[in-house]
């Protein structure tokens, strides 16, 4: 991200944007904190862990400031028996393995309902079969992880998953790719046998890593999207209209796919996360993306050739006759 927003500002300034208006500042907390605390910085949008946005709404909050912080999710997919197997198979794999699983959006818990758990071993066979390379490779399907303790925390979660009576279906650690010996390499893992109270289900992992859970029927499945804290996305693959319109009314996340694995709206309309993924209540994208960097401003006059000259101890209002 950091580069990425590098390359950015070059190129706005390769463009002729004048000094001055858009600025980068890199930095740990000591940065952070100007940010919250500085009076000429009216308003603050961020997105990464609720542990960091957690602080940020708090000390920018009591600075006065307004604020839209995006953080963690864990985001879920549920599979109907009825479910197109094939469709339903690739989005999977490439909602919770693109980018290595680096995303606010990646699709990492997989909710197999019924009948559905028989896709497993498909969705395994097709996960086993991506690329992993550095990430200018052109025959990457999946890079590496951001750093090496990103690549430890999730090797650990998985471990945990072991630990807890998890099975590991598909272990992407120990990956080595002969022309990036150094890199943070994880390929995809499917964790399967998951319950709800293990580690590898109850935090955002950020990797490459789809943890798998059964349940009998649709209203459970919901239930348990329902339980999670968070809510930034989730999806339901049907063939079923009235599923999927049940879905879609109970479900409480903000971003709902039907047969659409990462439901990111198109600009025009909001990133609506919520629950703990999201602090705030005006939201990236759309109309709200636009109150959130404005101020409305309310201006009421009054013009006449004979202006009134009474005193009135009330509101004024305006078309109302004068007083003589």
Not at 156 to 179: F, Y
Not at 224 to 242: E, H, M, Q, R, V
Request: aromatic fraction near 6%; proline fraction near 6%; include cysteine.
């Amino acid at each position: 991200v950091p580069g990425a927003c590098q390359r950015l500002v070059e190129l706005l300034e390769l463009a002729g944007m004048p000094p001055g208006v858009v600025n980068i500042i890199h930095g740990g907390h000591d940065t952070v904190n100007f940010i919250c605390d500085s009076p000429d910085i009216k308003s603050i949008s961020f997105v990464g862990s609720n542990q960091a946005g957690e602080h940020i709404w708090n000390r920018g909050s009591a600075a006065g400031k307004r604020l839209q912080v995006n953080m963690a999710a864990k985001n879920h997919g549920a599979i109907m028996p009825d479910a197109d197997p094939t469709h339903a198979v690739n989005a999977l794999v490439g909602a919770a393995f693109g980018a290595a699983g680096q995303r606010c959006m990646a699709l990492s818990v997989l909710v197999l309902i019924g009948s559905a758990k028989e896709l497993v071993p498909d969705l395994v066979k097709k996960a086993s079969n991506l690329v992993v390379s550095g990430g200018m490779d052109p025959k990457a399907d999946i890079g590496p992880l951001i750093s090496v303790q990103a690549k430890e925390r999730v090797e650990s979660i998985i471990e945990s998953a072991k630990a807890e009576g998890a099975t590991i279906a598909l272990d992407g650690r120990g990956l080595t790719v002969p022309e990036y010996p150094n890199g943070n390499f994880i390929g995809p893992t499917v964790i399967t046998g998951v319950k709800p109270n293990m580690r590898c289900y109850t935090e955002e992992i950020f990797g490459p890593v789809l943890v798998c859970l059964e349940v009998d029927t649709l209203d459970e499945a919901i239930t348990l999207i329902n339980d999670s804290p968070y809510g930034n996305g989730t999806a339901i693959f049907t063939k079923s209209g009235a599923a999927a319109r049940h879905f879609q009314h109970t479900v409480e996340v903000g971003q709902i796919g039907i047969n659409v694995p990462i439901p990111v709206p198109l600009p025009f309309f909001s990133f609506t996360g919520s629950k703990k993924s999201m602090l705030g209540d005006l939201h990236f994208y759309g109309k709200a993306g636009i109150n959130f960097y404005t101020r409305p401003k309310t201006i009421t006059s009054h013009w006449s050739v004979d202006m009134d000259h009474s005193i009135r101890t009330t509101m004024p209002i305006l078309g109302s006759g004068t007083t003589k």
